[in-house]
């Protein structure tokens, strides 16, 4: 694992090249401010709560800079506890705020059904493929490996694995819920059904839900993006892993010309 998406500067969150999205070099890709948020209220919530839902609003282009990230508690309840986390640049502007969900873990006897696997070839049976607009030489996409596992790129329906390749914070090891957040924000990119060369397609918001932690590194994600004539889009993708499915991403999108 080489580098990271941020660098600690005492209590702020100090943005490298590797955040770079597609669309202004000057810009981050949601993935990785959608996973600093997560992991601040991952952190609030404790190691004895799974975060089972994060919804991220995207306020503001988000600067390739120093940023603060500040959490509040909205309710901690003896099963359910709710967050709300916001991003925040050198002047304090609001750049993108996250509600979190989280469910107290308790254990509980169930007969459980045997994992049946994800529905498409595994990332060992899959081929790699990178996503082709971003225009930087060093950018999100050279901070995950994507694995191309049905479909063709373009013209339909799209299913990849993708695992991060570096930290969210220089130090330390991503946990399963980075590693999900990270990638989840590239639903929309991965089931492009449009010219997206004539095109760029902005996601407004983060929704990702999730029944259990993902297992290992590779996120299975199988994801359809529809854009209509009149800018607006929905980008809608199922998550997976070799267990099989775990969770589901959604993000509104604003298309418009390049």
């Known amino acids: 694992m080489d580098g990271a998406y941020f660098r600690r500067r005492g209590d702020a969150f100090e943005a490298t090249e590797l955040t770079r999205g597609p669309w202004n070099p000057a810009h981050q890709h949601g993935g990785p401010p959608a996973a600093l948020l997560g992991r601040a209220i991952a952190a609030r919530a404790g190691e004895d709560a799974f975060v089972c839902r994060l919804h991220v609003d995207l306020l503001r282009p988000v600067p390739i800079a120093t940023l603060r990230v500040e959490v509040e508690t909205r309710r901690e309840g003896r099963a359910v506890r709710r967050y709300r986390a916001t991003l925040l640049d050198a002047e304090r502007t609001p750049l993108a705020v996250a509600t979190g969900l ?3 873990r308790f254990p509980v006897t169930l007969t459980a059904l ?3 696997g994800a529905p498409f070839p595994t990332p060992d049976e899959s081929a790699p493929f990178a996503l082709p607009f971003f225009g930087e030489e060093i950018a999100y996409h050279t901070s995950v490996e994507i694995r191309r596992a049905a479909g063709v790129w373009g013209e339909g329906d ?8 570096c930290a969210v914070v220089e130090g330390e090891a991503p946990t399963p819920l980075e590693r999900v957040l990270v990638v989840a924000d590239a639903g929309s990119g991965i089931g492009a059904r449009f010219d997206a060369d004539g095109h760029t397609f ?12 993902l297992a290992g590194e590779w996120v299975g994600m199988h994801a359809r993006t529809d854009a209509n004539a009149d800018g607006t889009g929905l980008a809608d993708t199922e998550l997976s892993d070799p267990r099989g499915r775990f969770g589901r991403g959604t993000q509104v999108l604003v298309v418009r010309p390049r």
């Open 114 to 116: 045997p994992g049946s």
């Open 202 to 213: 902005i996601n407004a918001d983060l929704d990702v839900a999730l029944s259990r932690p």
């Open 102 to 104: 989280a469910l107290a």
């Open 158 to 165: 799209f299913t990849a694995w993708m695992r991060v390749r």
